[in-house]
């Protein structure tokens, strides 16, 4: 490397560089438990869709090289005139989702031709902070695995058959968010191993797990929830309020 090379490559690590990332953002689930009668994706907060106000997030960061949609096929004509509408340039694909999350985004990653940083995020989530993610993908970029949550604040029970057995030691339980963060060689493998013994896990992390792979945890904010029953929407537009 000659020097003015060198040089610049020092005052970006200096700045904090940070290569651009690609996210799928699973949409396909139906919201049972909202109760709406429609994807929960498509209920407005502020008079602007759910799903438009996550899509956002990516969409106004310099760093996001393009997103990912998986979605049910009954959603496609709703959902291509709200991308239309509000101006969501970066969806650069939009895949069939499956019968589970986790075979939602398998469908999407098989999409990804490039081994760069990919994150995978809730579309239910619309409040993950743009500083959080580039946390997340700096760690990832140095670990090759990194996840988002926030320390637990509650006392923890462990239950059986509706009796307590055990009070868990708090301190070292985590409430697991999204977006996750992998290098994309780290996450595929993942999903190809998942496939092949017939794993079916419960986020993207618990699944390179299985590959004995480190992942580092970086801390966000309980603003991040996952709107998954009709009382998160109050909780919702609180938090909207907030920021505002």
């Not at 106004?60 to 949609?69: A, H, R, Y």
């Not at 743009?130 to 760690?139: D, G, M, N, T």
């Not at 992998?182 to 496939?195: K, P, W």
Request: hydrophobic residues 40%; aromatic residues 6%.
């Amino acid at each position: 490397m000659t020097f003015k090379g060198y040089a610049a490559s020092t005052r970006k690590r200096d700045r904090g560089f940070m290569m651009p990332y690609q996210v799928i953002i699973p949409a396909a689930g139906q919201g049972k438990r909202m109760g709406v009668g429609k994807n929960k994706l498509l209920i407005e907060l502020s008079g602007i869709p759910v799903l438009i106000h996550t899509l956002r997030v990516f969409e106004n960061d310099e760093k996001c090289d393009g997103i990912i949609l998986a979605i049910h096929p009954q959603d496609k004509d709703e959902f291509t005139t709200q991308l239309k509408k509000y101006k969501i340039t970066k969806v650069k694909n939009v895949v069939s989702g499956g019968s589970e999350r986790q075979h939602s985004i398998y469908n999407a990653l098989k999409t990804v031709t490039n081994n760069g940083i990919i994150l995978v995020h809730d579309a239910a989530r619309p409040f993950i902070k743009k500083e959080h993610i580039h946390r997340l993908v700096a760690a990832a970029e140095k670990t090759g695995a990194a996840i988002i949550g926030v320390p637990a604040k509650d006392t923890m029970k462990k239950v059986k058959d509706w009796k307590v057995t055990e009070t868990v030691e708090r301190s070292s339980l985590w409430a697991v968010q999204t977006p996750q963060a992998f290098r994309m060689s780290i996450l595929l493998e993942a999903y190809v191993l998942a496939e092949k013994e017939n794993f079916l896990g419960t986020d993207d992390a618990s699944l390179v797990e299985r590959l004995s792979t480190p992942i580092e945890i970086v801390e966000g904010d309980y603003d991040n929830i996952k709107l998954t029953t009709l009382e998160d929407l109050f909780f919702a537009e609180a938090i909207m309020k907030k920021r505002n």
